[in-house]
């Protein structure tokens, strides 16, 4: 009872002290500015240790010393914080710490028939201390806090219970027949109160919870020393530490801080000055004039920072181009004129164009290719549609052949497919699959019963009889494909175009473009199109200025001006900053249709180096010039296609015109002009525009049979 009234005393004595701080309980203003009061409890975990050399005597321990115990539970305070600078603060604590422990000795002793034994004295104590403390905690870094100080408390009805049990041996009894002795509970530890100090030691931090600290949470460590024995007389001392933390609530904290937003406003004003149009787009930044101001809104702080500056600019002017065109004609003597008009002559002609009973594969496939057209029902052929051009009718050649096989309902024919002795090996599956495609085409499109088409199925080795031997991928893709053989010429006999007219002269052969007069300075680029109904004709241009430019006009740029509309000519120049300016000139063109007619037979398929007439050709040319008229002139041209040896290509080209001379010879009825020297090895043959797919290679092995005669 003495200890309490101590402790209330020392409660007393520090609220005397504090009493005087709360004159700042209710200042306000900045956090900085105000000593907090804080009000709090704290919550922790405590590890009790006891140090000791005693024995109780009014405990029966009989003669061993309790050395050591400990125990864990939990603790609790009140508080009071008070601020004394900003970096320190005083704060007074009324805490319970419980401070039990379970001491336990063991003793050997001799039992009943001169047996050693061991026995285990056990002493558990309650001790529950309530006291006060007073402790100073000091800001070193952040929220981070030293705390020092003291307390000072007593136990609150300490007891005690002990026992002493047999440890050994495992069986036995002390002399009252059990294996405990001295057993009591709850006994009245003596000379246990009165005032006890201790030391206190430990760390915090501080983290608020709140802007203004109203609410500060603390974790924290602590460390206490006690300085008196537990019971007087008896050497025995406890030590504790807890970990935890607090929650305190200030009685004072000014205001929470309204919530700050910024704003930065930038203010540009220009001074323009105008540049030549070569120097580049420009700002210059001028110097930056800051204002800020603060203004509450919505309880919301507003710092407004605007910026003012002004920029000068420089902006080039747009330049300002002159663009002209002059269009001169140059004769074949060199002479130029100014004023002329484009003489296109013309010519009907009538064509008779080959059919080559081929289909190319691409390599390894055995489906038809994309280059050939492949429709779903007949109805979407029509014949009289395809181009005037021998690859355009190749590329309707099984439409062709289909829609003659549904008319000519006894024709057959007989389907041979290859494979390349190279690269595929004379495959004859490959082969065959490929025939088969074909036939399929003709049985599924074009309906044509599957007996009047036979496969010829090869056996060992399946590449052409006459291969092409050039070791190289353009022979080798002349050797993936399927022939078609027929003993029905008709069926192979070519496709007539009706008449259309073709350009065959063209004045002047030349033309200049003149852009005198157009300006030079800032031109970047230029373009130069000649055009007649949306038909380009001439398309020219590059960098920089224009220079005056002679143009060839050819036989093929006759053909676009067939019709007789009007060339129109335009320099456009572009300058910088994408400034334009066009300038245009126009061209008359006069068409004039020849008194002669031509009529034309392609001959086609001459084997790879033979000159020999195949049955088809040779019925071709047959009917062909049977109604030619007397006084006509027939012109034979022999062609080959560009690759291999050129000698043996002319000479080949001959050998084959020649072939088709005599096969004339043999038919002519009437006295003609009958010119068979004509070869042509050094440039495609008419409708030929390239040597990239092999049925333009095979087409150009030809022979090409032109009759000039007058026009009806």
Excluded at 174 to 182: A, W
Excluded at 504 to 521: E, K
Excluded at 542 to 570: C, F, H, R, W
């Amino acid at each position: 009872m003495m200890g309490i009234k101590k402790c209330l005393a020392i409660l007393l004595l520090t609220s005397a002290f504090v009493v005087p701080l709360k004159s700042q309980w209710w200042l306000g203003g900045n956090l900085n500015d105000v000593m907090l009061t804080q009000l709090g409890i704290s919550a922790s975990v405590g590890l009790i240790n006891h140090g000791a050399s005693f024995t109780l005597p009014y405990a029966p321990t009989c003669c061993k010393e309790y050395t050591a115990a400990s125990s864990i539970g939990p603790s609790a305070s009140v508080f009071l914080r008070q601020e004394i600078i900003k970096p320190l603060r005083i704060q007074l604590r009324g805490s319970y710490i419980p401070q039990n422990g379970l001491f336990e000795t063991d003793e050997t002793l001799l039992l009943s028939n001169s047996v050693n034994g061991i026995s285990t004295h056990a002493l558990d104590v309650k001790l529950g201390w309530l006291g006060a403390e007073l402790l100073l905690d000091l800001n070193v870094a952040g929220g981070f806090r030293v705390i020092a100080g003291m307390n000072a408390g007593t136990f609150l009805s300490p007891t005690f219970s002990q026992k002493e049990t047999l440890k050994s041996p495992a069986t036995g009894t002390f002399e009252n027949g059990q294996r405990v002795r001295n057993e009591s509970t709850d006994i009245a530890l003596q000379d246990a109160s009165g005032l006890k100090l201790g030391i206190v030691g430990g760390v915090g931090y501080d983290i608020p919870l709140t802007k203004n600290h109203s609410v500060v949470l603390t974790p924290e460590f602590l460390y206490t020393v006690g300085l008196k024995d537990v019971v007087e007389g008896a050497n025995w001392k406890t030590t504790s530490i807890r970990a935890g933390a607090s929650i305190a609530f200030a009685l004072n904290a000014p205001e929470p801080p309204l919530p700050i937003e910024k704003k930065q406003i930038l203010i540009v004003d220009s001074v323009h000055v105008v540049a030549l149009p070569s120097e580049p787009y420009r700002r210059v930044e001028g110097f930056v004039t800051s204002v800020t101001d603060t203004n509450v809104v919505s309880d919301v702080v507003w710092i407004v920072t605007t910026d003012s500056r002004t920029d000068t600019v420089h902006s080039p002017a747009l330049p300002k181009i002159n663009a002209r065109i002059a269009v001169r004609s140059v004769s074949s003597s060199g002479a130029a004129s100014d004023v002329f008009t484009m003489n296109v002559s013309t010519q009907f002609v009538a064509e008779a164009l080959p059919i080559l009973p081929v289909i190319f594969f691409d390599p390894q496939a055995v489906s038809l290719s994309f280059r050939y057209n492949q429709i779903s029902t007949p109805s979407q052929f029509d014949a009289d549609a395809i181009p005037a051009r021998t690859t355009a009718v190749h590329r309707e050649v099984l439409n062709v052949i289909g829609q003659r096989m549904a008319e000519q309902t006894n024709s057959t024919i007989r389907l041979r497919g290859t494979a390349d002795p190279t690269t595929e090996n004379s495959d004859c599956g490959l082969a065959t699959k490929r025939a088969e495609a074909v036939k399929g085409y003709l049985v599924r499109t074009w309906g044509i019963s599957a007996d009047r088409i036979i496969v010829l199925e090869g056996s060992g080795q399946c590449a052409p009889e006459r291969p092409t031997r050039q070791p190289s991928e353009e022979g080798f893709s002349e050797n993936r494909r399927v022939d078609i053989e027929t003993d029905d010429l008709p069926l192979m006999g070519p496709v007539r175009k009706r008449r259309f007219n073709e350009a065959r002269t063209i004045d002047p052969p030349q033309l200049v473009f003149d852009p005198a007069g157009s300006s030079t300075q800032y031109v970047t680029d230029y373009k130069i199109t000649a055009t007649t109904e949306g038909t380009v004709l001439i398309s020219d241009g590059g960098k920089g200025s224009p220079l005056k430019k002679t143009y060839d006009v050819t036989i093929d740029m006759a053909e676009k001006l067939s019709l007789g509309a009007p060339v129109q000519v335009n320099l456009t120049l572009n300058a910088l900053q994408g400034v334009t300016e066009t300038a245009t000139a126009k061209i008359q063109v006069k068409k004039d249709t020849l008194k002669t007619e031509i009529e034309r037979l392609t001959l086609t398929l001459f084997n790879v180096a033979s000159d020999a007439i195949t049955p088809v050709s040779e019925q071709a040319i047959k009917h062909f010039v049977e109604d030619v008229p007397a006084g006509s002139t027939v012109v034979v041209r022999g062609f080959a296609d560009m690759l291999g040896n050129a000698d043996f290509n002319k000479k080949l080209s001959a050998s084959r015109a020649q072939s088709v001379c005599t096969a004339i010879r043999k038919y002519l009825t009437k006295r003609v002009d009958l010119q068979c020297n004509e070869v042509a090895t050094d440039r495609f043959p008419p409708g030929i525009d390239s040597y990239k797919t092999p049925e333009e290679r095979f087409l150009s092995r030809t022979v090409q049979i032109e009759i000039k005669k007058d026009r009806k």
